[in-house]
Every structure is written in structure tokens, then in C-alpha cells.
């Protein structure tokens, strides 16, 4: 709404041809506050004078003698092309009241003044004219607030295609080059490019969820979530000592103590698998998506190394990879499950609940455990032995 303030700062022109009656309505504006009153006695003067001042209100005499006040409305309407024109006409015509209203006149004062039906109709006039003018301001600023929307989204838009684009390129180039160790092992020997690694722990990760976000997102949604979840986890083996071996669909493989040898392989493994719970949660709560990660470990030897020809792969094999394989397929949504050799290298390093014996196709009963959490905390970060 507005104010008193703004609408006694309203632009204001009084046109009449009688002196007179100008110095009244002069009097009577300015006696009650407007500070922005203005006059002419020169009816052709009017046209000029509002393209210049734009006025809020203009309190039109209808007869005056050189050019009346119908012909001033009609050179108003060349000037105003919104097509309001805001004027108050004058007159002590009865019949000139419907005749002005229907010439575009907003309102009437009828001669002689009546000093409070002045005043009434010009606050009531200006009040509706500096209401429109600000609603027309905030519909011209949400118009370019919607503009500017389409540039920062078109522009958002085209920095994720160009992400996109040298992330596939990179991923080209990383297929086809292997870990650094391998690589320089190759041109050595071309023959042998296995490795074994009697220590290892192997993560096997699944995220799910996934189907009961369609069809409401669409495939290429899911994927870029997909995208955005393993990210994610990356970042979690770099900064836990882990490799990522590979991904597959919703699954993600990664291992501690290949291709360096660490003697902390199952802790570290441990500490991920809890960080990628966590990780998944918070995309959750940002993305308002209730997905969850399965996750298996298993430790022991595995045989790693670079397969192919012209597509160089770094992979693990063995029978430690397919155990953990079978505690993710086994496992429980949104929890770690380990085997018995991974909860040997824990010991009590971690909070562990033992989940009982489980069928594992393949291969018999196993015991198994869930890894509730850490345990006290050694200097340098790792669990409390």
C-alpha cells in the first residue's frame, strides 16, 4: 500500500483558465500538504507539460475558451500509452459529468468547491494512480527477476554439459592408462601383469532405492544421481586409502591395500564403509530422496592387476572379492556386514553385532557381523585397539 508520505509527494497540475480558481485549488492542495502542485492557465500547454513531468493528477477544467478540456484529454491519451490518463476534470456542467467519465476523465469536482469533496477525490485518485504505478513497478521487476532466472539456469545448464563433456573425456583417457605401479611394470614385463596381495579388504557396495524413484524421475535423472553418489564415494576411498576398483550398474568395488600394501587394510575399509552410510544419508536429507547403500566386506588375498589389450582395466579377483560379493547381496539395506576374517582384523576397533549364520549361495554357512560403529578413537584417528 502506499503512504501518506508518497501520496503528498504526488505530482499534481491544476488547468484552468480563470485565475482565480487556480490560486484556490492551489491554496486548498497545499494547505493539506501536497508539495508537488503545479499550475497553467494555457490548456494547449498541458500535453508538453505532462510528457515532461508525468503527472499523477491532473485536475482538468472542462470550459475554457482557446481549447476545452475534452480536447486536452484526447492530446493526453497520445501521451499516456498505458492509455490511463489521470485526470480530475472540473466542471459545473451536470451533463459533462458521464460526457468527461466516458472520455477517459477518472473523476469530478463539481464548481463551486466544496473544500472536503476536493480533497477526497484527489486522495482517493492519487491513492488508486500510486497503487497502480507500484504494482506496475513490482510486475516489471518480477519480469526481470524471471529473466534473469533463464540466464543463470541457461547458464548453469550449459557449465554442466561442459562438465559433463571433460568428465567423459577424462574417463576415456583413464580407461585406457593404468594404476602408475602397473604402468611401470608393463614395458618390463608384457607377459605378467598379475599381481598377489595376501592382505586386502574388499568393499562391495550396492545402492538402492532406485526403482521407487520412477517414473518420477526420469532415467537420465537417476543416472546423474548415480554419478553424483559415486563421486562421493571416490572421494571417500582418496581420502580413506582405499582403490576404486570399478563400478557396475548401482555397484561399486573398491579395495584397501592394493595396489600399495597397508597393514590398517580392514580398518580403513571399515572407516569408509561407515562414511559412505553417512554420505548417503546427507544426500538424502538435500535432495529430499530416501535411497540407501547395502554394503559387504571381506578380507584376505585376492590377485590384482591390469587385463585387455587395447582397453587397459585394473581388477581384483579371487575368492576374498566374491565373499565380500555375497555379504553386500546378503546384507541389509543402509548397513556394513563383514565377514569372519574382516571382524578378526577389527577386533575391537569397532562396535560389531553379530547377525548370526547366513546360507551363502555357493558356499555354505558363514558367520557373519554388522559394524555398528567405531570404538574409541588412537592418536591420528584410527579405532581404539
Not at 459529468?97 to 492519487?126: I, Q, S, Y
Not at 546360507?359 to 578413537?377: C, I, K, M, Q, S
Request: net charge negative; aromatic share 6%.
Amino acid at each position: 500500500m502506499t503512504n501518506r508520505a508518497d501520496l503528498l509527494r504526488a505530482r499534481i497540475l491544476i488547468v484552468d483558465d480563470q485565475e482565480p480558481n487556480v490560486r484556490l485549488l492551489e491554496r486548498m492542495l497545499e494547505g493539506a500538504g501536497y508539495v508537488a502542485v503545479m499550475s497553467t492557465i494555457d490548456p494547449r500547454a498541458v500535453c508538453e507539460l505532462h510528457r515532461q513531468h508525468r503527472y499523477d493528477l491532473i485536475l482538468l477544467d472542462l470550459q475554457m475558451p482557446v481549447m476545452d478540456g475534452f480536447e486536452v484529454m484526447e492530446g493526453l491519451k497520445a501521451v499516456e500509452t498505458d492509455g490511463y490518463v489521470p485526470v480530475l476534470v472540473i466542471t459545473a456542467q451536470p451533463d459533462h459529468k458521464l460526457r468527461a467519465l466516458r472520455a477517459g476523465a477518472k473523476d469530478f469536482v463539481t464548481k463551486p468547491f466544496d473544500l472536503a469533496e476536493v480533497l477526497m477525490r484527489v486522495h482517493n485518485m492519487l491513492e488508486v494512480r500510486l497503487y497502480a504505478s507500484a504494482l506496475k513497478q513490482t510486475v516489471t521487476e518480477l519480469e526481470a527477476s524471471k529473466e534473469l532466472i533463464r540466464v543463470k539456469n541457461n547458464e548453469l545448464r550449459k557449465l554442466f554439459d561442459q562438465v559433463v563433456a571433460e568428465r567423459k573425456v577424462s574417463e576415456r583417457l583413464a580407461l585406457h592408462a593404468p594404476p602408475d605401479g602397473i604402468a611401470r611394470r608393463l614395458p618390463a614385463r608384457p607377459d605378467v601383469t598379475e599381481d598377489g596381495f595376501a592382505e586386502v579388504t574388499v568393499l562391495v557396495a550396492d545402492i538402492v532405492g532406485f526403482a521407487d524413484l520412477m517414473p518420477a524421475v526420469s532415467a537420465a535423472g537417476l543416472a546423474a544421481m548415480r554419478d553424483e553418489l559415486f563421486a562421493l564415494f571416490n572421494g571417500l576411498a582418496t581420502e580413506h586409502g582405499l582403490k576404486t576398483i570399478k563400478t557396475l550398474g548401482n555397484s561399486y568395488l573398491a579395495a584397501a591395500g592394493v595396489p600399495v600394501p597397508a597393514s590398517d587394510h580392514a580398518t580403513r575399509a571399515a572407516t569408509m564403509s561407515l562414511a559412505m552410510v553417512a554420505a548417503v544419508d546427507r544426500f538424502n536429507t538435500r535432495t529430499a530422496s530416501a535411497l540407501q547403500v547395502r554394503i559387504g566386506m571381506s578380507s584376505g588375498s585376492v590377485v590384482a592387476g591390469v587385463i585387455g589389450r587395447r582397453l587397459f582395466i585394473y581388477d581384483l579377483w579371487g575368492e576374498t572379492v566374491s565373499v565380500a560379493s555375497r555379504m553386500e547381496s546378503h546384507g541389509v539395506a543402509g548397513r556394513v556386514q563383514v565377514s569372519q576374517s574382516t571382524r578378526a582384523l577389527l577386533g575391537g576397533r569397532f562396535e560389531l553385532e553379530a547377525r548370526g549364520t547366513l546360507e551363502l549361495d555357493g558356499a555354505g554357512e558363514a558367520r557373519t557381523w554388522f559394524v555398528a560403529g567405531p570404538g574409541g578413537a588412537l592418536p591420528g584417528g584410527l579405532p581404539e585397539a
